[in-house]
């Protein structure tokens, strides 16, 4: 499952898929990108970060994708599982102190 | 061990009262937040401190005043709670390598 082209607020996927989020930030200063998890009645929990002076970077079963020529993040998570169902937010940062907040996303997914 | 403890976790009042929420992080950062997250779940930052020192206020109104008496602590007072304030108020702290760390939150409910 894909959130296509700017942000959509909602993603719905089937388990085992791969699930992309994407997210466009607004600050062509920033220079440190942030995923986070949000699960229900919980804080951010942060997922993987990338800096600026790099195109793509991997961890567990999660890539995430800068371009900043459009200056657009994107999320993707392999094989997705129910856990994963959360809502996920980019963050952008320029290293003054303020880590700005895009609109999240809420993922689901189906059994 | 929490990392990022706040409390209390749920708080209902009536208008025009003062209420304050309580934060502590035992992660040694130098640097604390609270950030506010609306019923869209919209994250904005609203205060930034560094080692006890205000740095950031996003045009909060000052009913709101937080209150730093050490690194390890930020605390958030607010004054003539308006029914506008209801919302889910997350301390975070900044210091590693890995981004932000968010307390659970406090869901401040006004009636």
């Known amino acids: 499952g894909e959130s296509v082209g700017l942000h959509l607020p909602t993603l719905s996927v089937q388990e085992g898929d791969n699930s992309i989020i994407n997210c466009a930030y607004s600050?062509?200063?920033?220079?440190?990108f942030i995923w986070y998890k949000q699960e229900s009645g919980k804080g951010p929990q942060f997922i993987i970060d990338?800096?600026?002076?790099?195109d793509k970077r991997q961890g567990q079963r999660v890539t995430v994708l800068l371009n900043k020529t459009v200056k657009h993040l994107s999320l993707q998570i392999a094989a997705t599982q129910p856990g994963d169902s959360a809502v996920y937010f980019c963050a952008e940062n320029k290293n003054d102190y303020k880590l700005s907040f895009g609109a999240g996303t809420t993922v689901t997914v189906r059994a | 061990d929490t990392a990022v403890s706040q409390t209390p976790k749920y708080l209902v009042t009536q208008m025009g009262n003062d209420k304050s929420i309580k934060c502590e992080q035992n992660l040694g950062h130098d640097t604390m937040y609270w950030y506010k997250q609306d019923s869209k779940k919209f994250l904005k930052i609203m205060f930034s401190y560094n080692n006890k020192e205000l740095i950031i206020n996003e045009t909060v109104p000052n009913r709101f005043s937080p209150k730093s008496p050490d690194k390890a602590h930020l605390n958030l007072h607010i004054n003539s709670l308006e029914l506008g304030d209801s919302a889910v108020y997350f301390c975070?702290?900044?210091?590693?390598?890995?981004?932000?760390?968010f307390g659970s939150g406090t869901r401040l409910t006004v009636v």
């Open positions: 990338i800096r600026s002076n790099m």
């Open positions: 600050n062509s200063a920033s220079d440190y």
């Open positions: 975070a702290s900044s210091g590693g390598s890995k981004g932000y760390t």
